[in-house]
């Protein structure tokens, strides 16, 4: 077999056929996402999208009746989409003028995600409201962009009034790349032999030629780099410049994108070419993408950067086309402020911090909770601490109070997906713990409803119900908690007990 470019190998095939197959499951225990997926991100992506509308607004490009599309390409679990919609919701009744109402589409290339989207109990008000779509989309299609929407008909990039917003996390990681590496005035060609997972999966070099794709705008980019590199090997992200051009000619009232993605744009070059994937096409992989490459070809195509905040963990890229810089300053300095200064990083940063120092006191941890936007990641983090400080005996009424307020805005940010922690469950024992018996209730059921039935679970449902002043309730839990688990000696102990309580003539039994 003949070598053929990395962009041509079989391996992208058996990527997009890995999560397509393999769905939500994706996200339990195999692909980190935490980064793009959590509130305090979320918050800071429509705090730009507002801004963006704003400065629209101002230069007379907004048709405020319309709605303001956001599209968000590769999707995955839904989670960011999400938060987002709470977080652009809350600008939305603070600011005046507020963003435009949002119809966010959300899509993937994966049948399986979607379907997990349109089951999902958080985002049914959404999707019952009308705000929130569900569509298919292969950012490596060919042609026009097609949205296929899943329920219901009649969504075309090409009629919508104002701007569109297009937002692409980890995405672009997962596209073909080429792999080229420059010795003196020549640019090599990294070539595959072999298939993914074969002993002869390897690299072959040959010339690039002066035009390796026959496309101006993307040898152009290809040359420049090459220039740029010298000496040295680099990744060119042909899948993702192909897919955001084709979006980028879709989008004819304008765009913003914001891309975040693993980003080589500010390290060194690499000596030689690339590490090819060891998987055998049963493990998902991916190889992180040169934002700043991206950014100098779309602004190419008349998108120029807005701002561009390079990291490997997650770098972030703001593209927007239709406005002339000085009509953006509300977006540029949103940017600087939510995605630079106070932005993932900073998140990353702090929520470590804490987790691996301690919040000195409650207040301080009430805060850290506000500032991390609520992220229940960070309670189950900090757990052990937080119940300590909520034992009813070293808790003030006015300490008990803030923090079931914060608890609660903590279980309103919960989006649970296979394998990640019950944060509902961690929250009801919280609140058992407080003695705010109502709320754990709720969370419970709120458990029950994600993770199926559970002794414990049933067992803890049925205390709360006997603090409640309800025997019977609580027995019906309490016997559900046997059902169950027959080995469950707690629950046998407080059914005689309540039954006692409820009777004191019957004997124990
Ligand atoms: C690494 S995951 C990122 C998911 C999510 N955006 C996040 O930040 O966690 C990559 C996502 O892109 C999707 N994807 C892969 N290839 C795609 C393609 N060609 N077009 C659209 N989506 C694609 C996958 O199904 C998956 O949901």
């Not at 109990?121 to 026009?144: K, M, T």
């Not at 990681?173 to 298939?195: E, H, K, M, N, Y």
């Not at 309800?470 to 102990?493: C, I, K, N, Y």
């Amino acid at each position: 077999v003949s070598a053929i470019p990395l962009s041509a190998n079989q391996c992208w095939n058996s990527l997009r056929s890995l999560y397509a197959s393999r769905g939500v499951e994706a996200w339990n225990r195999h692909l980190p996402f935490h980064i793009t997926s959590n509130p305090h991100i979320a918050d800071s992506y429509a705090q730009v999208v507002t801004r963006f509308a704003q400065d629209l607004h101002r230069a007379g490009k907004l048709v405020p009746e319309e709605p303001l599309y956001v599209l968000e390409l590769g999707a995955g679990p839904g989670k960011f989409a999400f938060h987002f919609l709470r977080r652009i919701g809350e600008l939305r009744s603070s600011l005046n003028p507020g963003p435009p109402s949002v119809r966010y589409v959300m899509t993937d290339v994966s049948e399986s995600n979607a379907a997990h989207w349109l089951d999902h109990p958080r985002l049914q008000p959404y999707l019952d409201d009308g705000s929130l779509f569900a569509a298919l989309l292969d950012v490596q299609g060919e042609g026009l962009v097609r949205l296929a929407p899943l329920d219901r008909p009649g969504l075309q990039l090409e009629t919508f009034a104002n701007p569109l917003v297009v937002i692409a996390n980890y995405v672009l990681d997962s596209l073909p790349q080429d792999a080229f590496r420059v010795s003196g005035s020549t640019i090599w060609q990294g070539l595959t032999s072999g298939d993914m997972g074969s002993a002869t999966f390897g690299w072959v070099e040959e010339p690039a030629g002066r035009n390796p794709y026959g496309d101006a705008d993307l040898d152009a980019v290809l040359v420049e780099q090459a220039g740029a590199v010298a000496d040295g090997s680099f990744l060119f992200p042909l899948g993702a410049l192909r897919g955001l051009r084709r979006i980028l000619k879709a989008a004819t009232g304008g765009m913003l994108l914001l891309a975040g993605d693993l980003d080589v744009s500010g390290l060194d070059t690499m000596p030689g070419l690339p590490e090819l994937p060891a998987s055998d096409g049963s493990d998902f992989f991916y190889f992180p993408v040169d934002l700043s490459l991206v950014g100098r070809f779309l602004a190419r195509l008349g998108a120029p950067v807005v701002r561009h905040y390079p990291s490997l963990s997650l770098g972030l890229l703001a593209v927007a086309t239709g406005s002339q810089p000085d009509e953006l300053a509300e977006t540029i300095h949103a940017c600087d402020v939510f995605l630079g200064r106070n932005g993932p990083q900073w998140f990353g940063a702090a929520g470590r911090a804490i987790e691996e120092t301690g919040a000195a006191s409650l207040d301080h941890w009430l805060s850290a909770a506000a500032a991390l936007c609520f992220d229940p990641y960070f309670l189950e983090a900090t757990i052990a601490a937080v119940r300590a400080w909520a034992q009813p005996e070293s808790l003030s009424p006015r300490r008990r109070e803030r923090l079931a307020e914060t608890l609660e805005r903590i279980r309103a940010e919960v989006y649970w997906i296979p394998g990640s922690p019950d944060s509902y469950f961690t929250l009801a024992m919280l609140y058992q713990e407080m003695d705010c018996l109502d709320p754990a209730l709720v969370c419970y059921r709120d458990s029950l409803a994600v993770t199926g039935p559970s002794a414990d679970t049933f067992f803890n449902m049925g205390l709360c119900e006997r603090g409640r002043g309800r025997p019977e309730e609580a027995l019906g839990w309490m016997a559900r908690a046997v059902d169950l688990d027959p080995q469950h000696v707690l629950a046998r102990g407080w059914i005689a007990q309540i039954a006692l309580e409820s009777d004191p003539g019957s004997s124990p039994g």
